[in-house]
């Protein structure tokens, strides 16, 4: 079956529309936004999945729903840590002071100055970049 925008379409159609338009395409074609998960409710979505007949939705809603559960509660070991890092340098920077912004400033623009000799003695010698 062809939508009004031409695109092939598996759905069924249980109206006697002409052309026989599905219930997703009728609504796009009437300005309705196809997606009307909210964020909020995709672990909602993925507890449905779990009870699909297929056994490899099944998996991957186990999956979903793990990474979800993770992300919500904060469990996942890399992101605690990265987190608890995070933290850690906005509290230090918070506490530096002008001058040592300045000089850290200063550090760092001599560090690329060095980086950058390196890399143009290194590509004259080997013709690398």
């Not at 006697?16 to 995709?42: F, K």
């Not at 850690?88 to 850290?104: F, N």
Request: glycine share 6%; charged share 35%.
């Amino acid at each position: 079956m062809r939508t009004a925008d031409g695109s092939q379409c598996g759905r069924r159609v249980s109206d006697s529309s002409a052309p026989p338009i599905c219930h997703i395409h009728r609504g796009l074609n009437g300005g309705v936004a196809q997606s009307t998960v909210e964020p909020d409710d995709l672990l909602g979505q993925a507890r449905r999945l779990l009870r699909d007949r297929d056994a490899t939705v099944r998996l991957r809603a186990i999956d979903l729903c793990l990474k979800l559960e993770e992300r919500r509660e904060n469990r996942c070991p890399s992101c605690a840590r990265r987190s608890q890092e995070d933290a850690e340098r906005s509290a230090l920077l918070d506490k530096v002071t002008d001058h040592e912004r300045e000089r850290l400033r200063t550090l760092l623009t001599d560090v690329r100055g060095i980086l950058s000799a390196y890399r143009s003695q290194h590509t004259e010698t080997t013709g690398l970049e």
